[in-house]
């Protein structure tokens, strides 16, 4: 159990469906993120928020919508996705949103199948 | 090609064996980390380096910022330490929060 909740774990959609995902955490961090993780590709950062404020946008495109309401809280909207879009969606949080200061403490990811 | 390169991409060990993944990189770092990946999905941060040395119970981690270079070692391996582990690099360059992640190793330690 690391702090940092994700539901649902897995979600299989159509691609003209809209769904969230939802991120939590307990550690009273600062700073969340939004991971994609697609089958041999590295670890993709998506966003970055510090502060409710988003820091990073990593040129992800606009189907997916991210918000942040509280610095506990953070969700992933989705709408017309593509299947290349399936993927292992990773939230983490910090302290700080200088990884050199600090270390990401991550959920256990919403497998997500787009079909 | 990818600024973390990780190497080997996969590897197998019986329980007891010591084990070794290496992690090079081409950017200038301020940390590098490492992570473990379990077949669940879900990541734990198992060190961040800048220098040196570092140990966790049957795990240690080096660095060598000349020659950029990071290496995790596993002692006496056993099979729940199957997992896929992951090195991340933080560029020194610019004010920013990307991590720039490597492919991982998968390792899977046979009783």
């Known amino acids: 159990e690391t702090g940092v909740t994700q539901t649902p774990r897995h979600l299989v959609m159509g691609m003209t469906n809209k769904k969230s995902l939802k991120c939590e955490q307990h550690?009273?961090?600062?700073?969340m993120y939004w991971y994609k993780q697609s089958a041999k590709k590295p670890l993709e950062l998506m966003f970055v928020?510090?502060?409710?404020?988003?820091?990073e946008n990593n040129s992800v495109p606009s189907r997916f919508s991210p918000e942040c309401p509280n610095s506990s809280h953070l969700f992933l909207h989705l709408h017309t996705l593509q299947p290349e879009d399936s993927a292992l969606y990773l939230c983490?949080?910090?302290?700080?949103?200088?990884?050199?200061?600090?270390?990401?403490?991550f959920g256990a990811g919403t497998r997500l199948s787009v079909l | 090609k990818n600024e973390v390169e990780q190497s080997p991409q996969n590897l197998t060990a019986q329980e007891g064996e010591f084990i070794t993944i290496n992690c090079s990189y081409s950017v200038g770092i301020s940390a590098l980390h490492w992570l473990q990946q379990h077949p669940g999905g879900g990541i734990v941060s198992l060190f961040m380096?800048?220098?040196g040395k570092k140990k966790h119970g049957r795990l240690i981690a080096t660095i060598n910022i000349q020659e950029k270079h990071s290496s995790l070692h596993i002692t006496a391996s056993h099979p729940r330490d199957s997992a896929v582990y992951i090195c991340?690099?933080?560029?020194?360059?610019?004010?920013?929060?990307?991590?720039?992640f490597g492919t991982g190793t998968r390792l899977q330690v046979f009783p």
């Open positions: 991340a690099a933080l560029p020194r360059r610019g004010n920013t929060d990307k991590l720039i």
């Open positions: 983490a949080s910090s302290q700080d949103s200088r990884p050199q200061r600090g270390i990401q403490y």
């Open positions: 550690l009273g961090h600062n700073a």
């Open positions: 928020y510090n502060f409710k404020e988003q820091t």
């Open positions: 380096l800048s220098s």
